[in-house]
């Protein structure tokens, strides 16, 4: 084995992770004892089920007789949930709290709050990705989705359907589709799909990289077609004996360690023809740079979509 040169035709992305739980922690108990009575305004679930609350508000002034939208909305409309004029008021007003509170730094360390961040979503693609993984925290949202499917073939909206629980008939979809014909959703990944497939009748799915990020879990599986794993620091002997015979190894390792360390939510793309080999590269720069990694490999799926996930997963893992 040697180091010369590493065959670029698989792809292991490498991404520090940070533990930002404690960092949350802190600032949310400063910012209560510092008497910031905004601080902590949405449900104990946080954004996720503000979000999730007003989705469920939204879609009840279409659908009054699911009991599902009434057990969820109801902490937001509260007696405006039998009155539909007063229930759409509730719904347009909690949606601008959300907005404001989105930017709070109380919840700056949400996963919601850190997507829509750095992806710099506005508030009408936010609750598109909102509808594509409502399925995912609630089965109900599945089955009602089903219900409104030809032949009740898939548990998800189409982005056409959504349009019509979010804006005014009113509203030209010209508008809508020049707006959403370069949305980030697509370009970066976070919903899935195939941009040739005209755009109001996709399929509004979420990435699992970013379904799993939610819940600050590694996707349990990926569209570029591998698995990621976890690459932690180790004393591994053999790693240890690499190193020693290859120092041009160890130097890339310190180098790619060096330059992660100072670089906020980094993607280390290193190339080998061989899995053990890129596997063994990872724990190299582990080592050196002495933090856990995830590890994305390209596997039958495309670079780009392994370039996507990774980033995903890197920005909502801090």
Sequence with gaps: MGTA??????LPLFRIMKNQALVESIDRRRQVASGDEN???IAEGGLLDG?????AARLLLHFPNRSF????????????ISDPT???????DYSQSLSQQLAHPAHACEPLAIVNRYYGLSPFELDLLLFAISPELDESFGDLYASLAPMGNSRRLRVGQAIGFLVSDTLRRSVIREGLHTSVLWEAGLLQGDIRT???ERLLQASPAFSAGLNRHLPASVESGELPEMTVPTSDPFVQLVQRLYPRLAAFSREYAHWAANTANAIIHITSEHVESARLHAKTVAVALDRPLVHFRQGDGSFVAALREAEITAVMHG
């Design 5 to 10: 040169a590493w065959p670029r035709d698989s």
């Design 39 to 41: 601080a902590l305004t």
């Design 86 to 92: 007063a229930l759409a008021s509730n719904v347009a």
């Design 51 to 55: 979000y999730l609350a007003c989705l």
């Design 198 to 200: 005209a755009l109001f």
């Design 69 to 80: 939208l009434n057990e969820l909305a109801r902490p937001l409309a509260g007696e405006a």
